[in-house]
């Protein structure tokens, strides 16, 4: 504001000092063109020497004026306000509250004796956190099994693979058709990643999911995958009649297509059924030894291709023979027999 002040006073002065000092310069060199040409001034042209002369007095008393106006005048509200918020960031005293003592005069009052807390800085309060389980801490580190995949392996196996799972202690497979109802198939330990799941349907989509276990409870699943068995194609061998004795069946087959091999399985009530053997390549034939005379058994055969089991053969029922008249009692002549008898 001083310098703008001085601004309006001094360039009005300014202007007219130099306007005067023009002014002065072209008289005199009036007055000289005048004496050269032999004209002689009087007395009258005198006093235009004076009117210069105040008007430079002026302005050297206005510049006089200003600069003690701008000493006097306060100093600008900015710099004011910068000043008093400069002055604000230095720390305020602290009051400490006067306590006043039931067993004086109530009016009277005391400093307190005990140090107090600042209202604007409460004390900080602990809090106390209970510990956590050490069976849910290890539980939610355990991360869901990653990098599963499973891959048809014959017309009736699938095979799973997954990766290893640090902190879990051993996996539950789960199986399903629709990815709504589930059953357990399997569990493994911590360092087994594969299962096979074996006596399948051929043609047939199945849905999995590997469970990770730690303390034999489930804390995650993984994302469910799919594999599809192979369609069976192979043709199912066909049963001939049985050759039979009193202690063993003679079983024969006719011959499939692709086979690797066959397997025989048996059963003495037609519903559950155990393998009893196996037959190489192009090997159409079995004998089941060692049976109970006078004994029925049911039988089936199954071959096995490079897709895997093809359907079981139709099932056959052979009963042994009974067992026949000793060697001794066949050399028995009629008449000993009637001597014996009376």
Do not use: C
Not at 155 to 170: E, F, K, N, P, Y
Not at 181 to 192: D, E, L, P
Request: hydrophobic residues 35%.
């Amino acid at each position: 504001m001083g310098s703008g002040l001085l601004a309006l006073i001094v360039l009005p002065i300014a202007a007219l000092v130099l306007y005067g000092l023009v002014r002065r310069v072209q008289i005199a060199r009036t007055g000289r063109e005048l004496r050269r040409m032999g004209f002689v001034g009087d007395q009258p042209h005198a006093p235009e020497w004076r009117p210069v002369w105040p008007l430079v007095a002026a302005g050297l008393t206005g510049l006089v004026l200003v600069g003690i106006m701008t000493s006097v005048l306060p100093a600008r509200p900015s710099t004011l306000t910068r000043a008093s918020e400069a002055g604000s960031s230095a720390p305020r005293p602290t009051i400490n509250p006067t306590v006043v003592s039931p067993s004086t005069n109530p009016g009277s009052e005391h400093p307190a004796t005990h140090p107090t807390a600042s209202p604007t800085t409460p004390r900080p309060q602990a809090t106390a956190t209970p510990p956590a389980s050490p069976t849910a801490h290890a539980q939610g580190d355990v991360a869901a099994s990653s990098a599963v995949t499973a891959l048809p392996r014959s017309a009736r196996a699938i095979q799973l693979d997954w990766a290893r799972v640090s902190g879990a202690d051993g996996y539950a497979i789960e199986r399903s058709t629709d990815t709504v109802h589930w059953k357990s198939v399997a569990s493994t330990s911590s360092g087994q990643t594969r299962y096979t799941d074996p006596k399948l349907s051929s043609g047939t989509t199945y849905y999995y999911r590997v469970i990770s276990l730690v303390n034999d409870q489930e804390t995650s699943r993984s994302d469910v995958v799919s594999a599809t068995t192979a369609v069976d194609a192979s043709i199912a061998p066909v049963l001939a009649p049985a050759t039979v004795s009193a202690t063993s069946i003679e079983l024969t087959w006719g011959d499939v297509n692709g086979a690797l091999s066959y397997g025989i399985e048996r059963s003495p009530d037609g519903a559950n059924w155990t393998p009893i053997g196996t037959t190489g390549q192009d090997v159409t034939s079995f004998t089941d030894a060692g049976l109970a005379s006078a004994t029925t058994y049911y039988y089936r055969v199954v071959a096995v291709t490079s897709a895997g089991e093809s359907p079981p053969s139709t099932m056959l029922s052979a009963t042994t023979d009974p067992v026949g008249p000793s060697a001794s009692d066949a050399n028995v002549t009629p008449s000993d027999v009637s001597k014996a008898a009376s």
